[in-house]
């Protein structure tokens, strides 16, 4: 250490939120030095390449090969697949100096199914799982929470080629396993949700989420069931709703009831309908936004849901993706708009509701007149929506739609990896075929799986520190022990040879021989470093006497110097 | 193999020049991805890591910490060092989705400067050396030869850190010496060439040139001492010139002699000055060009050589680095240029003379009148240069600029590493200071060092093949040990059981089981793939005996195939 690049903070660094991005800053491990991009310092480097090892050999032992693609990538594959236009703002492009479009990679599904067409033939090249450790770039709108969401990270992307859809579920299922392997080593606590809505297979894509009070990702699970779902995959189970004789729909003046509460409170105290109960939950809530369809026009688009509750954003676009969506406020160029008035009643845009507004619902809203609302709007009577969507939030409570009869539990997540079945869509789009068995061509399926690497070092950050610094898991440690010369001198003398013996064990060391700082800030930084297996060398080596600390138990105690590599190699093997 | 990624091909790929290029295409271990931009399939992969870990080792071995930094960079730190323009049309830049403006770093002095002046503060902070292998782009005019000269390539760069000159020329001399270890472990046989001319030092920067024939670098070496440069760094000797009394500027008429061999007949036959010895050597050129300065106006500059020499484009842009030159062709915009009848007196632009063009010496040049040129136009009397420029053809037989006695020898080469001591410009631009040991404030001083990683890949290749394919030193080798079943079933059966026995003795082994094929296309296969070590299960499998072959010597012999593992450890030992 004392000739190492090593700077540790005291302070925690203005611009760092969450424990992973403050604590890799403070105790040396990465750097900033663009936004959205992090240096890898030297103690970083290591756990980097720690994780990168551990994800290699999983991915080896389940047969997968590794390659390399450029980062740097013409348009053309990604106009051909249409991700180019999908993509947009998200990805970097860039003209070369003969004004040739390129971008950035995001993942290289385009590359892959090209590759493999160039490359195989027959059936008998087939099953193949490819594989690369490599930097991605995305042009965040909001670089955040240093390597948790950056511009530029490492990733372990995969493909799997195989010719029939029993082989791609053999090949998701191998990848599954080795993922929990994977994270299993990497000493990440995690849940494996569904990650696609249940209409299209529930186990067609999956994500790996790392706990973590920290994470973006928000995921439910069940009371009774082994449902986990991303919060953007959870599918609102339609209620039957029994048919029945209904009520006309009857037009009120509700004066100054722009807002939900408002219109609940006048409702109720007008006795609407005869009836006091009036919540939130009656009312149908009609909310208009601007669809960004990639490559092609803006719409204008409502969306109906109960009353009490909001529209999740990030729910509303997945259910849209690749479109992205703003709050729509033209109502001038609207004029069949009224805004806070608005119901599902003759409306001239496309209309999507909420799956609980369900055909024989019926429902209090707006008029589409300044100041009146409407009640027994019937669902399928009154108005029929374009189709459904899930743009409502998910509440602890809600019901599952698994098994019906528990409850969603909500908690929050990192998410780590993603794997999904692709199928044929990258195949289909470049009309890759192989000669099969039989002599007729076949079409291979892919799979696609993902981990983000360097998010990974910062979720594993996430979930080991404590106040004092960083805890590292052993398999990811920069180092397996960390020698300490308390003092100067004989004692940095001690610290050597003793590191010495320890790296002819097959051991990695990490030596604080820093002659100017006191046994104070050593053990300060070595708790902030977040080595589990210390060796002090201080004031008993006269007596041949070091002191091994544990940095996860607290533990300490006296241990005779030549018994330090016997007791190391028991703890870390 | 019967699993892997690979498809060799029997034809030479039409777009592949040079050796490297086609065999490594052949052998499947590069795929072409991108205009300069090439994917590593699984063979090259573990070809590039041997390579990377060599690398890695030595480096690791001077003392050299790893880091990585991001490629994407803001343009700040390369405007503050000026190299956002010098470097102009060579980088990628591109716009994140805000208007900010990124660059893709084609190297990285700026970043680490000032990661070193964030980091430390004190004289006990240094020395320091820090390196990474990192993906690097450049906007290449021509990618060309494959991985020789791409757009996205790996190098190694480290840069080193030292408080006094001394320091910094010990960091080169480890450097140099860590390079030549590393080179010597790749098999690359190579030249140190001085890379500067000497008027800055002629340690100050060198080059490590891989001997090959399609090198784009030439060097030059001497027939009596140990002089090596590159081409562009060879200083010209100036030649004594005795004064004494000239004869005057005389101006005739030379209809139709546009050129320097029709100008040298038009002396002789003509007797100017009384000669018939005229030869090119004693003519003056001079060039017209257009020098294109990063960041300012173009300039129009003439430079004058000897008639016998040719301009060499390499060597003039080499000499106005950062700028680039065109050929001058608007003389209708320069009445004062008269085309093909250009002399140094009276020039109205900026004149640079070759160092032959010494005071003293007399001319036959143009009189910068149409039809007419001038003899005894003499250096210093009838024009006076504005400086000298190294712009001429270097030839073989040339003076030796070192010892003067020997003459210049010219070979080709590829540019594997440069190694160049900074010195202060970086640490004075971002203003660098620590605290000396004096208490005085130092300004740190820098040497840089970059290995072209994937380019050492083709210059391997470039070195090590032969008609038949590839060649690999051992250590970069994909492989120890090539497994072929030169049959099916039971040489299948034994080929993979002998594999298992080598790889537990902790050799690396390729299997060729691939069952639809014949044994001559794997023998075909082997030797282009080229692994030096080739064991054959085959015919003699009944008697217990395997062939042991090596590609390198022709040399095969039958040995029982449980001697196998043993010959097989003492040879890869």
Not at 47 to 65: K, T
Not at 297 to 317: M, T
Not at 348 to 361: E, H, M, N, Q, S
Request: hydrophobic share 40%.
């Amino acid at each position: 250490m004392s000739t190492m690049l090593l700077r540790t903070l005291r302070e925690d660094p203005a611009d760092a939120e969450v424990p992973s991005h403050r604590l890799l800053l403070r105790a040396g491990y990465i750097r900033r030095a663009a936004p959205g991009g992090y240096a890898w310092l030297p103690l970083g480097k290591l756990v980097l390449d720690r994780v990168s090892r551990i994800i290699r050999e999983e991915m080896s032992a389940i047969g997968g090969q590794e390659v390399a693609f450029p980062a740097l990538l013409p348009r053309d594959p990604y106009d051909v697949s249409g991700r180019w236009t999908e993509y947009g703002d998200d990805i970097f492009t860039l003209k070369d100096r003969r004004g040739a479009e390129f971008l950035l990679a995001p993942t290289h599904e385009e590359m892959f199914t090209l590759l493999v067409q160039d490359m195989t033939s027959s059936y008998r090249d087939f099953p193949l799982t490819l594989f690369q450790i490599q930097t991605k770039f995305r042009d965040e709108a909001r670089p955040r929470a240093g390597l948790l969401r950056g511009r530029e990270f490492l990733m372990k992307d995969a493909y799997s080629f195989d010719l029939s859809d029993a082989g791609l579920a053999e090949a998701y299922d191998r990848h599954r396993a080795a993922y929990q392997r994977i994270f299993d080593r990497l000493g990440l606590e995690h849940t494996i949700v569904s990650a696609m809505s249940g209409a299209m297979g529930g186990s067609a894509s999956e994500e790996f989420l790392a706990s973590a009070d920290v994470g973006e990702d928000t995921f439910v699970g069940c009371t009774a069931c082994d449902y986990a779902a991303n919060t953007e995959a959870v599918v609102t189970p339609v209620p039957m709703v029994a048919a029945r004789e209904q009520a006309a729909l009857t037009v009120h003046d509700t004066p100054d009831t722009p807002t939900i509460a408002s219109l609940v409170d006048l409702a109720n105290d007008r006795a609407l309908e005869g009836r006091t109960d009036w919540t939130a939950a009656d009312t149908l809530k009609n909310v208009v936004v601007t669809v960004h369809h990639p490559g092609r026009e803006d719409e204008v688009l409502a969306i109906g849901l109960p009353g009490d509750r909001e529209v999740d954003l990030k729910r509303l676009e997945a259910a849209l993706s690749p479109a992205t969506v703003t709050m729509f406020d033209d109502f001038a160029a609207h004029p069949d708009l009224v805004k806070g008035y608005i119901g599902p009643q003759d409306l001239k845009i496309r209309y999507l509701a909420d799956p609980r507004v369900a055909t024989g619902t019926a429902w209090l809203t707006g008029a589409n007149q300044p100041g009146r609302h409407a009640t027994s709007v019937v669902a399928g009577r009154d108005f029929t929506p374009d189709g459904t969507i899930e743009a409502a939030e998910v509440r602890a409570g809600d019901p599952c739609p698994a098994c019906g009869t528990g409850q969603l539990t909500i908690r929050r997540g990192i998410e780590i990896a993603h794997i999904f079945q692709l199928g044929r869509r990258y195949t289909d789009v470049f009309k890759v075929d192989v000669l099969g068995a039989d002599g007729k061509p076949v079409r291979p399926t892919m799979g696609c799986y993902g981990i983000g690497v360097s998010r990974a070092v910062a979720s594993i950050a996430e979930q080991h520190h404590d106040e004092r610094g960083l805890l590292w898991p052993d398999e990811v440690a920069p180092a397996d022990v960390q020698v300490i010369a308390a003092g100067k001198d004989g004692q940095v003398d001690a610290a050597l040879a003793l590191a010495a013996t320890l790296v002819e064990q097959g051991l990695r060391v990490l030596v604080d021989d820093r002659p100017q700082l006191s046994a104070g800030v050593k053990f300060t930084d070595a708790e902030l470093l977040g080595i589990r297996r210390i060796v002090v060398v201080g004031r008993r080596l006269a007596e041949g006497i070091a002191e091994v600390r544990d940095r996860r138990t607290g533990e300490r105690r006296d241990v005779p110097l030549s018994d330090v590599p016997r007791v190391m190699t028991e703890v870390a093997g």
